[in-house]
């Protein structure tokens, strides 16, 4: 760590990996609910545990985006964040928001809380992911700005490296396509089209571009690789990224009422989006093996290198087995859905967060790297954790056949809630993954509780003797 | 290679690519929002069917339900549950939940007097009149 305003990422990372535990909890509980409808109900009905679970995910990869651009942009631009203290009060207002709007959720009734903030002079409410009452969107909206503000000042007092344009730019994206979420039309297709203008554009377009940031960072820190080359792969990845997945969106207006030129167009665009991946694991690989130095920390350098594979994994592969129109017409809105959401959500977004935190952390506690012990701690929980994921993913998926053949391509198909009976041991199966993939995020989380750090003498010491 | 192929290069591909392919996707978004409101009949959204919407948006039914395919896959679709149950069985299940039945999955009971079920009725009738291209492939949704 260079820069002492740089400490201010930390507890941003804190918190992500806190509400990253709570996103775990709900959704074990509603993995149960899959497996026995009356639990917890009617105290925590399906859909607020569904919401809980999905706003956490969301609101801690951006708390552990903001930590990384805290993080990232003074070390980039060589010279301290433009003001610490603002970056520090936004944190606080962001965290107090997320835990209002978590709290609301669980004691109050939707409508209630629908009726108690505003929603009927501007209704944003009922739309996934997007659940949140109006003055917590507004909330979101301050927060990135005084994030951008923050990041935007520093950029320009500094030195303008690509990796810093590239991560201010797409923050400045973030808060740009999350305003649609202000646009709720009363036509239910026009809302759909726009609502992919917030989720397809994130999770499809701007996030790719974090991601790229962030992974650039952290090789060109623990490669030494020349940051030319590493800057140059990195525009074209980012460059495929919107080159198929502007258009690529299409693949969510196939069936929900737009016109049917996007069955063509979405599905020829969308064929292109695992390329960027697939050129990120080049990217990644080919670094790694022109490193010219090895970097303490395994850990971190371990993330590194998983991200792009899951990433690839869920977001490329799972994503392009029900992207293509003939097939999704079979399996939409089905368990495929949500096996490529899990796989890709994971593989992207959070290894990519669990990787810069795996870098800066120990940076951050005076370490250049942590302890072999703590280090271990940290790749079994990697392991656990991965492995877990694909075998949700795998289990999600078995449900989604179960529904294709049964309900959606049978010659006599069945009803929903039949159907769902027939799936059961793979819903069994997904729960049993979620209670390994939670038992590996607290290996992963005991790794944190080592005093020492990484040392050069000892480790060889043990490493020759052995 | 590597010198014939510089960073500034690969920077131009980005902002020219991201830039063209942003106004292609805005000329088509606009174009589909012209042709949209015939699609779903946006004539037929009358204030029945609006009150309807409201009620179905803060009662968060996506939570649970998918509507032409998006939403949460814990219970039917509802694109199409007006063809596939009919407005009487709509409003008398809405009316008796939740079910009770042990394991099963539940679905809260919403309290809406007769006006409200009539008009949620009355917006998953117009929901069941969109041309998705034909989809969902057969009545279960």
């Known amino acids: 760590m260079n820069y002492q305003s740089q400490r201010v990422a930390k507890p941003y990372f804190i918190a992500a990996l806190g509400l990253f535990v709570g996103q775990i909890v709900f959704g074990l509980i509603a993995g149960l609910q899959y497996l026995n409808g009356t639990f917890l109900f009617p105290a925590l009905p399906f859909d607020v545990v569904h919401m809980s679970h999905t706003n956490l995910l969301i609101v801690w990869l951006l708390m552990a985006f903001m930590g990384a651009a805290y993080f990232i942009v003074p070390e980039e631009a060589q010279t301290e964040l433009y003001s610490p203290k603002l970056a520090l009060i936004t944190f606080w207002v962001f965290l107090a928001a997320g835990a209002v709007t978590i709290l609301s959720y669980l004691f109050v009734p939707y409508t209630q809380l629908a009726a108690m903030t505003g929603n009927a002079v501007l209704p944003t409410m009922g739309r996934g992911y997007l659940e949140q009452p109006l003055p917590i969107k507004v909330g979101i909206v301050l927060v990135a700005l005084s994030l951008l503000f923050n990041v935007t000042m520093t950029l320009i007092k500094g030195r303008k490296t690509s990796i810093n344009i590239i991560l201010v730019g797409s923050l400045w994206g973030l808060a740009l396509l999350f305003l649609p979420a202000f646009y709720f039309p009363q036509d239910t297709v026009k809302a759909s089209f726009g609502w992919w203008w917030v989720v397809h554009g994130w999770v499809e377009g701007d996030w790719e571009l974090i991601l790229g940031a962030l992974l650039g960072f952290i090789l060109i820190k623990m490669t030494g690789v020349d940051r030319e080359i590493i800057e140059k792969w990195i525009y074209i990845i980012i460059a495929m990224t919107l080159i198929s997945g502007l258009v690529g969106i299409g693949h969510h207006y196939y069936y929900t009422g737009a016109p049917a030129y996007w069955i063509w167009l979405g599905s020829i665009f969308s064929a292109l989006e695992p390329i960027p991946f697939m050129l990120l694991i080049a990217f990644s690989f080919k670094t790694l093996l022109q490193r010219r130095r090895e970097h303490p920390n395994k850990a971190a350098m371990l993330w590194a290198m998983g991200t792009p594979i899951m990433a690839f994994l869920g977001a490329g592969l799972w994503g392009f087995m029900i992207t293509l129109a003939p097939v999704q017409y079979y399996i939409h809105g089905t368990q495929f859905t949500a096996a490529h959401g899990h796989l890709a959500f994971f593989g992207a977004y959070a290894m990519i967060a669990l990787a810069i935190i795996s870098y800066a952390m120990p940076l951050l506690r005076g370490r250049t790297a942590n302890s072999m012990v703590a280090q271990r701690w940290e790749m079994t929980g990697f392991w656990f954790m991965t492995l877990s994921m694909i075998g949700i993913t795998l289990a999600l998926t078995g449900a989604g056949i179960v529904t294709l053949f049964l309900q959606r391509a049978a010659e006599d198909p069945m009803g929903f809630m039949q159907v769902q009976d027939k799936a059961r041991v793979f819903f069994w199966i997904r729960e049993f993954f979620g209670v390994s993939f939670f038992t590996g995020l607290l290996i992963y989380l005991r790794s944190f509780f080592f005093a020492g750090e990484y040392e050069y003498a000892n480790e060889m010491k043990q490493a020759l003797s052995k | ?141």
């Open chain 2, 1 to 141: 290679m590597q010198q014939v192929f510089t960073k500034a290069m690969a920077r131009n591909i980005f902002l020219g690519g991201a830039g063209f392919f942003l106004i292609i996707y805005l000329l088509l978004a606009y174009d589909s929002f012209q042709q949209i409101p015939i699609r779903d009949h946006a004539v037929n959204l009358t204030p029945s069917v609006l009150r309807g919407k409201y009620l179905f948006d803060t009662n968060d039914c996506i939570g649970c339900h998918t509507v032409n395919g998006e939403g949460a896959y814990y219970a039917p679709e509802l694109g199409n549950v007006y063809k596939r149950r009919g407005p009487e069985f709509i409003k008398a299940w809405i009316h008796a939940q939740p079910s009770g039945a042990p394991g099963r999955r539940q679905m809260p009971n919403f309290h809406f007097n007769a006006d409200q079920l009539n008009d949620i009725t009355a917006y998953l009738q117009w929901l069941s009149n969109i041309d998705t291209n034909k989809w969902p492939p057969n009545i279960e949704g």
